[in-house]
């Protein structure tokens, strides 16, 4: 079967999967109602846990923020589905809902859900690199790069950086400003800097209702760590070995969304404070599917597992070291790797 058989083949696949999952689209307001309850009531509760015993003991605080952490990524999920117009029907109650949880959250519900959809229809597109997902250079970019270009992207995609450092200013800092510059994203500017007076007055508030130490110090312990979870989830979805990235003129959205997007595989309880973003193929491929729903949709087209990478949470401590794609192999490589490919190259030269 030659290439575009192949790809012919797929995309019939595809659709018919399209179909089949259609049905799950429809919100389901109890199943919602109950998400919102078992994300925020644990969450305001475990936070307050938090508040009483900080004089007592650091350690549990700490092992504690771990765990309000995911509660947290719970209700940013919940933020996630109505920027999608998914969750429940009503736009409004969505609109409202979504904002509640982007001051949980603070990542701003316009702005931020914007640039979500922007990477949903530009996934994998190598033009487009900076918006919306992870910079990831090719390996002829790097090849090209000076000393100091290497030193920077080397620091940049460093373990350190890339799932700790990285996280953290990404959700206290870059979601305050407007730095996209495509088309139709000036209009949300002033929606951006309304939210960044909002949640700044909403922290202040908690500040002088609070001992405002340690508020700072809880909230922001709980705020890192769910930026650690939030990004290592997006990097496993999007940097796995046998990715998809193209050019535009060779871009396929449903490749970009079924090979380009993975399946990570994770014990129920994982999956269930992750909101199933875990089953991250079917979410690209129907991204009006509620986070509730997930699950069942995958269910329903078992065999479109075969079609993009499934990943064990042991597999996925392996991809940290993923750093360059290859455009020869259509991979996603390491360093070590791309400097065996370098001296063999030259050794043949």
Excluded at 153 to 176: A, D, E, K, Q
């Amino acid at each position: 079967m030659n290439q575009s058989t192949e790809q012919a083949e797929f995309a019939k696949r595809i659709r018919v999967a399209l179909k089949v999952i259609k049905q799950y689209q429809r919100p389901n307001h109890l199943k919602a109602t109950i998400q919102i309850i078992n994300s925020f009531i644990p969450f305001i509760g475990v936070w307050i846990l938090m508040y009483l015993t900080w004089d007592y003991s650091f350690w549990l605080c700490f092992l504690l923020s771990i765990l309000n952490a995911f509660f947290l990524v719970r209700i940013f999920i919940i933020q996630h589905d109505c920027g999608h117009k998914t969750f429940v029907r009503s736009s409004g109650a969505r609109k409202v809902i979504g904002y509640v949880c982007s001051l949980f959250s603070s990542i701003p519900f316009f702005y931020w859900g914007k640039s979500h959809h922007f990477h949903h229809s530009h996934n994998g597109m190598l033009e487009v690199r900076d918006i919306g997902d992870i910079t990831t250079l090719t390996v002829e970019e790097y090849k090209n790069l000076s000393r100091w270009g290497r030193f920077k992207y080397r620091l940049y995609r460093s373990t350190f950086v890339m799932f700790f450092l990285g996280p953290i200013y990404y959700v206290l800092i870059h979601n305050r400003l407007p730095l996209i510059k495509e088309e139709g994203f000036k209009k949300e500017e002033k929606g951006l800097w309304l939210y960044n007076v909002l949640y700044a007055g909403l922290i202040t508030a908690l500040c002088f209702l609070l001992d405002w130490k340690k508020f700072l110090l809880i909230h922001g312990m709980i705020l890192s760590m769910f930026s650690v979870i939030a990004i290592w989830f997006f990097y496993i979805q999007h940097q796995h070995e046998h990715a998809y990235k193209e050019w535009r003129n060779k871009w396929e959205y449903l490749y970009a969304a079924v090979k380009g997007s993975s399946y990570y595989k994770l014990p129920a309880l994982l999956n269930w404070f992750t909101g199933n973003i875990a089953i991250h193929h079917i979410h690209h491929l129907n991204p009006t599917i509620p986070n509730y729903n997930l699950k069942k949709s995958m269910n329903a087209i078992l065999w479109i597992n075969k079609y993009t990478s499934e990943i064990s949470i042991w597999q996925s401590f392996r991809l940290a070291s993923n750093k360059l794609w290859d455009e020869a192999t259509g991979r996603m490589i390491t360093f070590k790797e791309f400097y065996k490919i370098q001296n063999r190259q030259q050794a043949t030269a």
